[in-house]
């Protein structure tokens, strides 16, 4: 009799046991691999959204990938060992150049920032004459950065004799503009900072200069776009979540053990300065800058013939925020940041 009921038990609960363990396998949510380049504050949208659990309220497990190249980045983007970059114009525009279907489908970054500093002895534009600037690589977001900054100071490479040296990331650029390997760089606001106050000199803020840009942005295959538009709209929200976060004065302390974690800054005062530029290169207009990326476009065609067969509207697809825009939480969020 025992018997008996032991096995009626098991076949009762059975089913039970195995709809539990299906829920639980259902209930796991989808992974999305992020990878990006840059070294730099602006990149903390996506810190703050893995360490406060924000990607996961929204349903998506992200993954950071960290990959200083961009043409290995786009490679990691048409193989599927990424799903998403958060990169800048140059490597998405010259691998759609290329014939990857590749898109940008939110601009976190919309506006140009940074300082460009320069050695102590330089005072003038004209000084940066036969002297020699910084990058990280060529046609990369540094290097960008510095083309934009000699171009508004009137300069050219190639026309003023100044050399485009690759050095490495801005903490190497740091250490050779101080050894003298270098004279200038364009340089995140905290590292510009640290370099005042050894007294180098800040030529140029292109924060305040009006120049169309688009910088770090989300991008991803064309095909991914339309085959996981539900994934696509748990990324944006979560992302515009962690902007607002990090705006919270509440969340100010946050914000900085994050910057100095991640950037491996010393001390707190360091990260006080990319906390303040954070609160004005963020915004909820995430929608790709067509202006912005045709001026990429222009400056990157100097380097890359197949650029000319492209045009800039191609590489770019702005179908997922407009339907974000459309959405209770995004007016909710617009309206919250407003108060």
Known sequence: MCFRASVWLMIFFIPFLLLSGSHSQTAEPPRVRIAHGAFNEKVVALWIGVERGIFRKHGVEVEI???????????????????????????????????????????????????????????????????????????????????????????DAARDKILIRVVGDPSIQVQSLSAGLIDAAWLTYAFSRMMQEKGFRVLLDLGKAPIPYQGLALAARRSYLQNQPQIVDSLLRAMLESVAFIQSPVHKQDVLKSLMKNLRLTNVQEAESGYEMLQWIYSFEIRPNLKGLQTMHRLLSTTNPKMKGLRSEDAMDDAPVRRLE??????????????
Do not use: C
């Open 326 to 339: 459309k959405t209770d939480f995004y007016r909710g969020l617009v309206a919250r940041a407003k108060k």
């Open 65 to 155: 990938v960290n990959i200083r190249s961009g043409p290995l980045t786009m490679s990691a983007l048409a193989s599927g060992d990424i799903q998403v970059a958060y990169t800048i114009p140059g490597s998405v525009l010259s691998a759609a150049a290329g014939g990857l279907d590749v898109v940008f489908f939110a601009g976190i970054v919309n506006r140009v920032d940074g300082d460009f500093v320069v050695a102590p002895g330089i005072r003038k534009p004209e000084d940066l004459r036969g002297k020699t600037v910084g990058v990280q690589s060529i046609g990369g977001g540094v290097w960008s950065h510095s083309m934009l900054a000699l171009e508004h100071l009137g300069l």
